[in-house]
């Protein structure tokens, strides 16, 4: 076999191959580093690839792993727990991606790159590590988000030595990723240009972005002129710089500049290649980024092979290096690459974890209870009821609040509506909807909408989130009561003094409000850059603030109905309850810190 040198990891040998040159059907080479146990052997492989460098990733060998809001937390250090993975007698393989780290090659774009798709290279790469004389000709990969995402696409082209994956935390549909209901989110600005607790992508000079490679320098003038169009756009310092100087953040300015979903996005979409995937998928993320989880359950239905989907516990991020759900994983690879007989394929395909009733529900399909949309209306005071409001809005007189843009103050105007406390458990299981009567005076705002999970003793769980630009409320044929979708394939401006009906998509979650405790939706136009959920997140995981002052009334009254569409199940709360019962004297449960919920 090649030569290898030795290290010593804690304790535990390990052979590490270093600077492997991989080629690629068109010549071009790619980088890896391969680590195994230092017996001379064959043995089957899981490979990892990313923009983001190799040897971040060897980081794993040496840093303890650091959860949120550790400031030693890097989010790209996400291939794995190499020193486990050569334990368990695996070769972990680690790439760098054409154009990235020290591999050859252009990126230009996202999921493409040099002319060709990631997906191609993976093939080759994959096929390549079969034919090792340390290699036994079975691979699988590994890694979380981007590491995820690439798992997909690989898995799409079919390589013939590819036999499972397991996937945790992918993002799939990348319109979605980087819009929320059309609204920014910059947390993948981080992750292209290394902020906020990212170091970002392994820079290279063939790092390219496809808008430049694609326009004329006169068209593309023209595009950045109309994007700074947007008055969010303007206001915000970093866009105007990427806008202005795009070869200095080439991959974050082609997110920037394509704004609406369509073919940009869609050739990039690891969901609509899925059907193309025969081999076993293993689905797993976290509740608490409900957007990953929504193209998640929608990139499951649409496998065709074996497959599960593994909905874990609150909060949201994993630990740097990435180093959870290794054991699932190996149970996994035990069974469809060595041959082993795990148990894993005895058990149920769906399993997730219900947060307050800390249970674990299973079954074969998603959801994985039968459930009932009921609808909880907003009404006078700042309450949520089972009942709608009867009277019109000369009595029943809008909520309204004022956000000034940041430039003049940081503090966010939020609204919110409670149901009195839970009598019994009631739990909730799925997507949901939230629509909003409002009248802004503005022809554009965003609408933030968070569910929370209060206990009597003050303490409160994020469940789940909702985005919308008031510009792209339009809706498609998909929608289903609770299961709005919007195409956001073009914006259409609001009429100043006009009530519109804006519908939001609530993200997937899973929660039994535990008797004693409420739900509270809060509305805004923003978010606050630092509270419970939020701290929990890298630094610029926010969204897009709106960057002109507006006025916004929400209207809920007898012909305005706003409401929340909520999917319960077995358990519906009694008529009325959710207003005006109160919990039993003796039931109430004290509620646990939002740290101690989340182990």
Known sequence: MNEYQTIDAGGQKIAVRKDLRVPMRDGVELAADAYHGTEDRPRPALVALSPYGKELQALALTTPPQRRPSPMWDGCIEAGDIARIVKEDYVHVIGDLRGSGHSGGEHIGNYNAGGVSLGQDAYDFIEWVAEQPWCDGNVGMVGISYFGSMQVLAAAERPPHLKAIFVSGGHYDFYETTYHGGIMWFMPRAAREGRGGDSGWAFTDGVKSRMIEKYSPGELK???????????????????????????????????????????????????????????????????????????????????????????????????????????????????????????????????????????????????????????????????????????????????????????????????????????????????????????????????????????????????????????????????????????????????????????????????????????????????????HNSLLPPDAFHLPVGRPVTHKIYRDAAHQSRLVLPFTSRQPAEGQAAEGQAAEGQAAEGQPAEDQAH
């Open 222 to 532: 023209k595009l950045v002129a109309q994007r700074l169009e947007d008055p969010d756009v303007a206001a915000w310092p970093n866009l105007v710089h990427v806008l202005n100087y795009p070869k200095n953040h080439e991959a974050w300015f082609d997110i920037v500049m394509n704004e609406l979903d369509g073919d940009w996005y869609e050739e990039r979409n690891p969901i609509t290649l899925a059907p193309n995937i025969d081999i076993p998928v293993w689905l797993q993320l976290d509740q608490g980024r409900g957007w990953t989880l929504d193209g998640t359950i929608e990139l499951f239905n649409e496998l065709k092979g074996p497959k599960k989907l593994d909905i874990g516990p609150y909060p949201p991020m994993q630990s740097r290096p990435f180093i959870e759900e290794h054991d699932k994983m190996f149970r996994w690879y035990d069974y469809w690459i060595k041959g082993i007989d795990s148990g894993v394929m005895d058990e149920p395909a769906v399993s997730v974890f219900v947060e307050g009733s800390r249970e674990v529900v299973t079954a074969e399909a998603w959801p994985p209870k039968d459930i009932k949309y009921t609808s909880l209306y907003l009404r006078p005071r700042h309450k949520l009821s089972t009942e709608p409001e009867l009277m019109g809005a000369e009595y029943a007189a809008p909520d309204g609040f004022y956000q000034a843009p940041l430039t003049v103050t940081d503090k966010v105007e939020i609204l919110s509506w409670s149901t009195e406390p839970f009598e019994e458990d009631t739990e909730l299981i799925g997507a949901g909807a939230a629509h909003i009567f409002a009248e802004i005076d503005q022809p554009d705002t965003n609408f933030i909408l968070r569910l929370w999970d209060y206990a009597p003793n003050g303490k409160r769980q994020l469940i789940t989130s909702g985005y919308l630009k008031a510009s792209h409320r339009e809706l498609d044929g998909r929608t289903t009561e609770g299961n709005p979708y919007h195409p956001h394939t073009r914006s259409m401006p609001v009429e100043p003094g006009t009530i519109e009906e804006y519908v939001l998509r609530l993200y997937p979650f899973a929660n039994t409000f535990k008797p004693g405790h409420k739900l509270t939706v809060e509305l805004s136009n923003g978010e606050p850059l630092a509270d419970e």
